[in-house]
């Protein structure tokens, strides 16, 4: 409210100096014609001005903006990567009975082109995911989440988030997931529905979880080669992963 008073308190002071600024012209050179003519002049070229401020130099601005924002966000989700999401990967690849076929589509990643992102990120959800709860160490997978949630709940709290809905969307699936599991203490005693439930979502982080890695790693292609480079010979689907250049 004090922004807004502040504006119109500036806009009455500008308005009243051009009124004593026209007032003196007026009265120094006698010259009402030509005051005239400038001021209609300024006002037709107003509509011009106001296309160039708010529909063109705001657009470049929020532009830039956007995009500074989106390299902040990019280093929290390098962050969730980095704590949470490769470990995460491996260990819901043991619970896919078809990860093998995932790790193929997925290894090599440091030779690829655009092209084979583009192909790749649209094969995501389609792939043959077959996830199910008792495959991998679901104990585990519970303990790997629930020690990182007070990381998950710094990230959902991040409102730049808000810009990224896909990976907020990550954030939530996996959270809902810690959630779940947290909540039952003893899984032997779980009938198969709840084992059905779980499988479920696993599955929904998990799908999640590869489109984001894969859209994070293509930024890091084209704005990070030096962070790509790292990224690529640590890829989670891939079996002989290694920092070591070779």
């Known amino acids: 409210m004090k922004k807004i008073q502040w504006q119109i308190l500036l806009g009455i002071i500008l308005a009243v100096l051009s009124a004593i600024l026209y007032t003196a012209h007026y009265f120094i050179f006698r010259d009402s014609f030509h005051i005239f003519i400038y001021l209609l ?3 037709a070229f107003l509509p011009i001005e106001v296309l160039l401020v708010t529909l063109i130099i ?18 929290v989700i390098g962050a969730f990567f980095s704590e949470v999401g490769l470990g995460l990967i491996h260990l819901f690849a043991g619970f896919d009975l078809n990860a093998q076929n995932i790790k193929k589509e997925l290894s090599g990643i440091e030779k690829w082109t655009e092209k084979d992102f583009i192909r790749v990120s649209s094969m995501v959800n389609k792939f043959k995911y077959s996830v199910n709860s008792h495959a991998g160490d679901i104990l585990q997978l519970k303990t790997f989440l629930v020690q990182r949630r007070g990381f998950l709940l710094r990230l959902l709290e991040n409102p730049n988030l808000l810009e990224h809905e896909k990976f907020t969307e990550l954030l939530w699936a996996v959270f809902h997931l810690t959630e779940e599991l947290d909540y039952r203490k003893d899984f032997s005693l779980s009938p198969e529905s709840d084992y059905t439930h779980i499988s479920g979502d ?3 982080a998990y799908v999640l979880l590869i489109s984001e890695w894969l859209t994070y790693i293509k930024h890091l292609k084209k704005n990070y080669p030096y962070l790509y480079s790292l990224a ?5 689907f891939d079996d002989e992963a290694s920092p070591v250049i070779r």
């Open 202 to 204: 696993i599955k929904r």
């Open 41 to 43: 002049g300024d006002i």
């Open 232 to 236: 690529a010979r640590m890829n989670p």
């Open 58 to 75: 705001d657009r470049v601005l929020s532009v830039r903006e956007k995009k500074a924002m989106l390299d902040k966000l990019n280093m």
